[in-house]
């Protein structure tokens, strides 16, 4: 299958800090997405990349899609503690299949 | 939320019995998926439909069926469960109709014992 390689596997930070996490691929993709997992619920997007170069902010998140279009990158400033999560990684490349990563689990110290 | 419904949302059976889990839709989309969770593994395709008994396998299709004889409901079953087939399933919905995103459902919990 598509590997999506996401680092690093975990995270754990103080209340305040900023955080970066990667994802990358063998493969280019046309589409890159971010998502986080809250416990016990299904991914949730939050932020979705078209173009190579692209940087899109949701918040205090923000994502770009590399210029190589095999990995994208998610910053967040000033985490809460409310971040706590699994963030995932999707790529998706011709046709309507999407690769997923095998996620960022944040841990956020108050 | 995206409209997407999973039942049962728990459910435990037994080694060899078949299972079916369901994902109702209420946006009328053409693309529905369904992935399984697995610590280490993220999320695996399982098998997708584009249509009305329109499906295709993904990466982990060995040991499920799907059927899609509605545009609403997709279908996926195990025939015989194994304890390997024990995880998180995830419906979703969406592709490239849909600014090439996906949306979840809630998930659905198997444990084969």
């Known amino acids: 299958g598509q590997q999506l390689n996401q680092s690093p596997q975990s995270m754990f930070i103080q209340e305040g800090e900023d955080v970066s996490m990667n994802c990358t691929s063998s493969?280019?993709?046309?589409?890159w997405l971010w998502y986080k997992q809250d416990p016990g619920e299904g991914p949730v997007l939050l932020i979705a990349?078209?173009?190579?170069?692209e940087l899109t902010s949701n918040g205090r998140l923000t994502a770009q899609f590399g210029i190589t279009r095999k990995d994208s990158f998610l910053n967040i400033s000033a985490s809460i503690p409310s971040d706590v999560g699994i963030y995932f990684c999707?790529?998706?490349?011709?046709?309507?299949?999407?690769?997923f990563g095998t996620g960022t689990s944040l841990t956020v110290i108050p | 939320d995206a409209g997407i419904t999973q039942s049962p949302r728990h459910k435990v059976t037994e080694t060899g019995t078949p299972v079916t889990l369901r994902c109702h839709q209420t946006?009328?989309?053409?693309?529905m998926y369904w992935y399984r969770q697995d610590p280490g593994h993220g999320l695996r395709l399982i098998h997708y439909?584009?249509?009305?008994?329109?499906?295709d396998k993904g990466e982990v299709s060995d040991g499920y069926s799907v059927s899609r004889s509605k545009t609403e409901d997709f279908l996926l079953t195990l025939e015989s469960a194994t304890s390997s087939q024990t995880s998180v399933y995830f419906c979703?919905?969406?592709?490239?109709?849909?600014?090439?995103?996906?949306?979840f459902g809630e998930g659905s919990w198997l444990t084969v014992v």
């Open positions: 999707a790529g998706q490349r011709s046709g309507n299949q999407f690769y």
């Open positions: 493969s280019i993709f046309n589409t």
């Open positions: 990349l078209y173009k190579a170069g």
């Open positions: 946006e009328n989309h053409r693309y």
């Open positions: 439909s584009y249509g009305v008994k329109d499906t």
């Open positions: 979703a919905i969406g592709g490239s109709t849909w600014g090439n995103t996906i949306y």
